[in-house]
């Protein structure tokens, strides 16, 4: 099991070091080998993989760095070619072709399966004895203020796949982050103990479930417009008891299809009415130009 689609999440310049990105945005072309493409995740951009560096014009000198689901594949067909081996993810050609996978798998026709998410709840399969997870620790990173619940919800879906019948399973997890807490609970099955840990922490901070969160994103083309709409959200924050506004700052992907981002969060108790301190807050301040301002109440995503 890996999270990451494709073949792999950066393309790199051995000679000069650059990045292959989304035109107009900070977001890293993920190459899907089997298609010889480049694809961003965030915007749908996709072109196929260059033969020069754009940037140093070296001649293959672009590398691949990472893994996804794609160079796992590859390198367990290296190493057990005699092994029968499929791949499932989102990127599977239609639903035909995933309920056959599915289906293969079941059946014990499948002796390697490598995918991501997509397998990780819904289904059954009675000779699977083995899960390995590789980078265990990669939905950890982003800022997500969940991100521990929901790894621990997903590696206990994935995991939980192995062993359903009489034959014994068993799971390993690849990590750099050994003494995360969310990944010796799952190994230690301290299922209550995480959970009783992650709540009292939440609830210490206010944050969700014990208490509200809103995102305002303002984006926009020009900088200079966008920096001083910021500060003038920023001047205008009205005062209330229980209600925290932290920002402006550059959002975590600061700039997406040509769009800069700046972002605020708000945090409230959680019988505080939010709306209603938001509407009184952006009211009374002008967008001017072609910015543009998004309101996020109970945001599932922080980029």
Sequence with gaps: FLNRRGYAPLTLCRRCGHKMTAPNSDTMLVEHRFENRLVCHHTGFSMPK???CPACNAVDGLAPCGPGVERVAEEARARWPEARIEILSS????ARAMREILDAMYDGA???LIATQVVAKGHHFPNLTFVGVVDADLGLSGGDLRAAERTYQLLSQVTGRAGREEKPG???LQ?????APVLTALVSGARDEFLAAEAMSRQGLGFPPYGRLAAIILRGHDERALQACAQAHRAAIPP????????PAPAPIYRLRGEARIRFLV?????????RFIKAWIGGVKIKGAIRRVVDIDPYSFL
Excluded at 175 to 179: L, W
């Design 240 to 247: 209330a008891d229980g209600i925290e506004v932290w920002g």
């Design 50 to 52: 260059p033969k020069a």
């Design 91 to 94: 990127d599977t050609a239609g």
């Design 110 to 112: 499948i002796d390697i």
């Design 170 to 172: 068993r799971a390993l």
């Design 267 to 275: 945090k409230a108790r959680r019988n505080m009415d939010i709306q």
């Design 175 to 179: 990590t750099y982050q050994t003494k």
